[in-house]
């Protein structure tokens, strides 16, 4: 899971105020002196609707002894973390994790549309004598996108004398003269890493 971190301030012993932040004072009265909503407040001058903007982790980015407090939001939660031994407070965002909506693929010829519409935008990569030449392997399953185009991953060996399976995360959608498109996003060494690939394009295309 992926964390955001939104700000992170250090203060001075015996609550003096913040390092980090100009006129300490009238920190250390809206932020040291409040309930945790309060200090949620004080902290949001800093939150933007887009978390992409910040520093991010995979990993917990609070401490074990920390207090926390978190917030529930329609997107995300978010998280103020206070540590009075090392004297900091801090702010996390951390996205609702997706669900991504599983398309069955099976009630129309995926591997037929892909052979007889691609060959002009993408070579052959997709015609027959391509497909049996890198051992593709093309699912019967995609995963809608918030935008209409359909998401799914293909694997092939890597090159011509490497026979190493490697994973593409690739993407269906209609051009405005309602011809079908397919674009290749990225490649992986791995079906897990390519369907983390596949979530993080999912994400951007809301």
């Given at each position: 899971?992926?964390h955001y971190?939104i700000?992170?301030?250090q203060?001075?012993?015996?609550?003096?105020?913040?390092?980090?932040?100009?006129?300490?004072?009238?920190?250390?009265?809206?932020?040291?002196?409040?309930s945790?909503?309060a200090?949620?407040?004080?902290?949001?001058?800093?939150?933007?609707d887009s978390?992409?903007?910040y520093?991010?982790?995979?990993?917990d980015?609070?401490g074990?002894n920390?207090e926390?407090?978190?917030?529930?939001r329609?997107?995300g939660t978010?998280?103020?973390?206070?540590?009075?031994d090392l004297?900091?407070?801090?702010?996390?965002f951390?996205?609702?994790?997706i669900?991504?909506?599983?398309?069955?693929?099976?009630?129309?010829p995926?591997?037929?549309?892909?052979?007889?519409?691609?060959?002009?935008?993408?070579?052959?990569?997709?015609s027959?004598?391509?497909?049996?030449?890198?051992?593709?392997?093309?699912?019967?399953?995609g995963?809608?996108?918030?935008?209409?185009?359909?998401?799914?991953?293909t694997?092939?060996k890597?090159?011509f004398?490497?026979?190493?399976r490697?994973?593409t995360v690739?993407?269906?959608?209609?051009?405005?003269?309602?011809t079908?498109?397919i674009?290749?996003?990225?490649k992986?060494?791995?079906?897990?890493e390519?369907?983390?690939?596949?979530?993080?394009?999912w994400e951007e295309?809301?």
């Amino acid at each position: 899971m992926k964390h955001y971190r939104i700000i992170f301030m250090q203060y001075d012993r015996d609550f003096v105020g913040f390092k980090n932040i100009e006129d300490s004072g009238e920190a250390q009265s809206a932020f040291f002196d409040a309930s945790p909503s309060a200090q949620l407040r004080f902290l949001m001058q800093w939150f933007q609707d887009s978390p992409e903007s910040y520093d991010s982790t995979t990993s917990d980015p609070w401490g074990t002894n920390d207090e926390l407090h978190t917030f529930n939001r329609q997107n995300g939660t978010l998280t103020l973390s206070l540590n009075s031994d090392l004297q900091y407070a801090g702010l996390t965002f951390t996205p609702k994790k997706i669900t991504l909506k599983r398309l069955s693929l099976s009630r129309f010829p995926l591997r037929l549309l892909l052979q007889n519409h691609f060959a002009d935008y993408q070579g052959h990569f997709f015609s027959s004598d391509a497909l049996r030449f890198f051992r593709s392997r093309i699912p019967k399953d995609g995963y809608l996108a918030p935008d209409g185009s359909i998401l799914f991953i293909t694997s092939e060996k890597r090159c011509f004398n490497d026979y190493t399976r490697v994973y593409t995360v690739r993407r269906m959608f209609r051009h405005p003269d309602k011809t079908i498109g397919i674009s290749s996003i990225s490649k992986s060494d791995t079906r897990a890493e390519a369907l983390s690939s596949l979530r993080d394009q999912w994400e951007e295309l809301q």
